[in-house]
């Protein structure tokens, strides 16, 4: 599976993005899918995941309320709405699919395969 992430951008604090990533390949439906984010000097972080189904989402603390996850199976595309943006949420975006496990993983080396990621910049 190759995966292209698109949609970020400079935003002011309060304000959207939607980030997009479509897959190539047959088996997209089959997994289950994230989304994380890396802040220049820090680790890799779980935003938030969703099954293969995308009837069930799971988020991290400090996204919950504020994001969404969804997925397209049709369209080969999983989605992460972002509304009251902070300034912390400033960071490089990648999502990622699982091959085996759960939607609920937050250990990024438990996902197979990631996309290019995508930078979104929150301004104060």
């Known amino acids: 599976v190759q995966l292209q992430a698109s949609g970020g951008g400079l935003v002011q604090a309060g304000g959207s993005l939607r980030l997009s990533c479509a897959a190539s390949g047959s088996t997209f439906s089959s997994y289950d899918l994230g989304w994380f984010r890396q802040a220049p000097g820090k680790e890799r972080a779980f935003v938030a995941g969703i099954n293969w189904s995308g009837v069930m989402t799971y988020y991290a603390d400090s996204v919950k309320g504020r994001f969404t996850i969804s997925r397209d199976n049709a369209e080969s595309t999983v989605y992460l709405q972002m509304n009251s943006l902070k300034p912390e949420d400033t960071a490089v975006y990648y999502c990622?699919?699982?091959?085996?496990?759960?939607?609920?993983?937050?250990?990024?080396?438990?996902?197979?395969?990631w996309g290019q990621g995508t930078q979104v910049t929150v301004s104060s």
């Open positions: 990622a699919v699982l091959r085996s496990g759960s939607y609920t993983s937050t250990k990024a080396y438990e996902y197979d395969w």
